[in-house]
């Protein structure tokens, strides 16, 4: 019985480190902060694990600082809504800065869609 015990506490251990793979800690990255900045747990997607799947295929060499920097500018950008696949399909975009509600991107220094506007007051 012992024995029956331990080859089930030897599979569940061959299960968890074939489970640990880049895409599940990304996925566990985003969730762990779509919950932060939204407080509420993150519903998967359909399509979601199928673009995080291309985006790692296309390009392994993304670092974990590289993703955690796209997810979060992808989460504090004005969107109607959120989901993985989205940001994978758009990562060079979040990693580079967070987008405006208009979808440009915006510039902390210019209020982003901002500085146009006090521009044009300004030659008035």
């Known amino acids: 019985m012992n024995d029956d015990l331990f080859d089930a506490f030897e599979d569940k251990k061959k299960l968890a ?22 407080g509420i747990p993150y519903r998967r997607q359909t399509g979601d694990f199928v673009q995080l799947a291309r985006l790692l295929g296309a390009a392994p060499e993304i670092s974990a600082e590289y993703w955690v920097r796209a997810v979060r500018n992808f989460l504090r950008s004005q969107m109607g809504k959120y989901t993985l696949a989205d940001l994978c399909t758009r990562i060079e975009v979040f990693h580079k ?22 521009d044009w007051m300004e030659k008035e």
């Open 17 to 38: 480190k074939r489970r640990d793979t880049k895409s599940d800690r990304f996925y566990e990255q985003f969730t762990v902060d779509f919950q932060m900045y939204f």
């Open 97 to 118: 800065g967070r987008l405006d509600r208009y979808g440009k991107p915006f510039n902390s220094l210019h209020e982003g869609n901002a500085a146009a506007l006090t």
